[in-house]
């Protein structure tokens, strides 16, 4: 069910920035592009989301194509606390009635 | 700490027996959300409750059941316990127009 495509993994250099890119091709107007992480099996954490506009917040920016097909997370200055799974999430409903439907996931490994 | 409390942290069953977990929110959210993370299957939304009330369902099976009390504490009641029931649950909460779900640490059921 999930309308996301991840790559399976990538790697980073601690300091450097990571882009992790996301494909929703299907994605409607008024859907919400959401970005969680979850580190080992602790419950996931909340980073980012966006529905047309560029975003940023103390965590990452999220860059949104215009045709809203793709987007990319960017975590500037990436730690090795940072080394976690990382899913892009189409948030499907309204405001009192949504859910999160989670893909696979990019597993993302800071190395030193 | 996300401010969602879940309980137990663990439990291990014997197949066919019954369990119930429990979440409470965050202090102020009345939505309460439940997933199920499997190897095999990965994070799967189950259901939402919002103030008492189910607002959305996910691939959550008939022998799982769910409600929410006035005090917005929440059940997951498990029964028929199988094999392929082992996994984490996880329950996340959030404000009504909240954005953002808060999720706990999850409770790992091992059925036996």
Known sequence: DAKTTQPTSMDCAEGRAANLPCNHSTISGNEYVYWYRQIHSQGPQYIIHGLKNNETNEMASLIITEDRKSSTLILPHATLRDTAVYYCIVRVGMDSSYKLIFGSGTRLLVRP | DSGVTQTPKHLITATGQRVTLRCSPRSGDL??????QSLDQGLQFLIQYYNGEERAKGNILERFS??????????????????GD???????SSLYFSNEQFFGPGTRLTVL
Do not use: K
């Open chain 2, 31 to 36: 939505s309460v959300y439940w997933y199920q």
């Open chain 2, 66 to 83: 769910a409600q929410q009390f006035p005090d917005l504490h929440s059940e997951l009641n498990l029964s028929s316990l199988e094999l």
């Open chain 2, 86 to 92: 082992s996994a984490l649950y996880f329950c996340a």
